[in-house]
């Protein structure tokens, strides 16, 4: 079987489910919407083409055979990079599938997403298993024989178990996307990582870093994905989700910690980003909570 025989599209459970796998082969432009963090982990193996990723503050050219490791609450976003056609495979993991799968391993195994670099690039005889794995997921994916589930959760497992052995040794690539400008757009990002809390305006952002607004607008989209404005305000929101989970505090003053200083477009924003109020949201939240 050669990947080009295959569906353009194959997948194994829901966003919902402890577990989520998604094959993917696009001939089309495709850049991943903006508004882009959640609170599981995804596993991302590019199968064939070029894509550019930005995860938490830096971008990287990611090349066939990469795995990318995006935490819990991790912005992230993957880029057109030359040609378009590319093929993936996506995998959603939880809590339920770190305790039932991996159990008391799960600290190796979820290294990889907290590693510095959030890139896994397999060389030699690791990178023919990493083949062969993702080989036996796609046709399990594909012919779905009985006990096919366990297959694919054994499989991502090994894979983990592959990529976490790798990333000990150093198979983790630097920032590959280095020159000047991305490297002051990556300045940028932990400036805004650091300081989402306080009043930020995009002219003194971009006299602080030596550079005129409108350059500084650009070459943060290139690198990014994302507009200043909207990396600003997913930040200070994922922030926001945090303290409405964890804490007491009033909405009011989640608001104002987090940067807004109208409650009323803090109240908007967050439910143009999380499709629900902050009220509904800490409702919905501490229920989930264990009491």
Do not use: W
């Amino acid at each position: 079987m050669t990947k080009s025989s295959l569906p353009e599209r194959l997948e194994h459970g829901s966003l919902s489910d402890s577990f989520y796998i998604e094959y993917m082969r696009r001939t089309r432009p495709f850049t991943m919407d903006a508004h882009h963090f959640h609170s599981y982990f995804e596993l991302y193996c590019l199968l064939s083409g070029t894509r550019e990723y930005f995860v938490r503050d830096s971008t990287y050219a990611v090349e066939a055979g990469d795995l990318v490791f995006i935490g819990p609450n991790a912005l992230h976003r993957t880029l057109l990079a030359g040609d378009p056609a590319h093929e993936r495979i996506v995998v959603h993991i939880d809590g339920r599938y770190v305790r039932d799968v991996l159990g008391e391993h799960a600290e190796l195994l979820l290294g990889p997403f907290e590693a510095a670099a959030p890139i896994v690039r397999l060389r030699g005889e690791q990178r023919l298993r990493l083949d062969a794995l993702t080989s036996r997921m796609l046709e399990e994916l594909r012919t779905r024989p009985p006990g096919f589930e366990l297959a694919l959760k054994t499989a991502v497992a090994e894979l983990l178990l592959l990529s976490a052995r790798a990333v000990h040794a150093g198979h983790a690539p630097e920032a590959s996307l280095s020159s000047p400008m991305y490297r002051k757009m990556s300045e940028i990002v932990r400036y805004l990582n650091a300081n989402y809390g306080e009043p930020i305006k995009i002219g003194e952002l971009a006299e602080r870093f030596y550079i005129s607004p409108y350059h500084m607008s650009r070459s943060f989209k290139a690198a990014t994905g994302f507009t200043v404005i909207d990396y600003l305000n997913l930040t200070r929101v994922k922030e926001a989700q945090r303290l409405l989970r964890e804490s007491r505090l009033p909405i009011t003053e989640v608001a104002a910690r987090t940067g807004f200083d109208n409650f009323s477009h803090f109240g908007k924003t967050f439910k143009k980003i999380t499709r629900a109020s902050a009220r509904d949201y800490r409702k919905e939240h501490n229920a989930a909570s264990p009491q």
